[in-house]
Nanobody
Framework: QVQLVESGGGLVQAGGSLRLSCAASGRTFNRPAMCWFRHAPGQEREFVAVSSRSSDSTYYADSVKGRFTISRDNTKNTVYLQMNSLKPEDTAVYYC?????????????????WGQGTQVTVSS
């Protein structure tokens, strides 16, 4: 059973914007935190952004601060990643994930619920 489904990826030019969505099964959305990771060619999967269940606590990787915004709509069981001022180095498969803990939220080991990813490609 698919529990997290990402959508919204695509091909955009540098400077453009995309909004990613992550739809979760209702009973699986009640997690301490939801986050986005990304996996670029030749790179390890890296943390992008995380949000608490109430959306009153967020944290971003330095590489995306000021450009990306994570948000969530608990009534729709959906988490979003608004990506502005996109750069070619943002090209990656973006994954949504749910945490098992309130701690170590930039670590892969803190997440056990993953989507299959959505491709984001930024051309120069």
């Amino acid at each position: 059973q698919v529990q997290l489904v990402e959508s919204g990826g695509g091909l955009v030019q540098a400077g453009g914007s995309l909004r990613l969505s992550c739809a979760a099964s209702g009973r699986t959305f009640n997690r301490p935190a939801m986050c986005w990771f990304r996996h670029a060619p030749g790179q390890e999967r890296e943390f992008v952004a995380v949000s608490s269940r109430s959306s009153d606590s967020t944290y971003y990787a330095d590489s995306v601060k000021g450009r990306f915004t994570i948000s969530r709509d608990n009534t729709k069981n959906t988490v979003y990643l608004q990506m502005n001022s996109l750069k070619p180095e943002d090209t990656a498969v973006y994954y949504c994930a749910g945490s098992t803990t309130y701690y170590r939220l930039t670590s892969l080991s803190s997440y056990d619920l993953w989507g299959q990813g959505t491709q984001v490609t930024v051309s120069s």
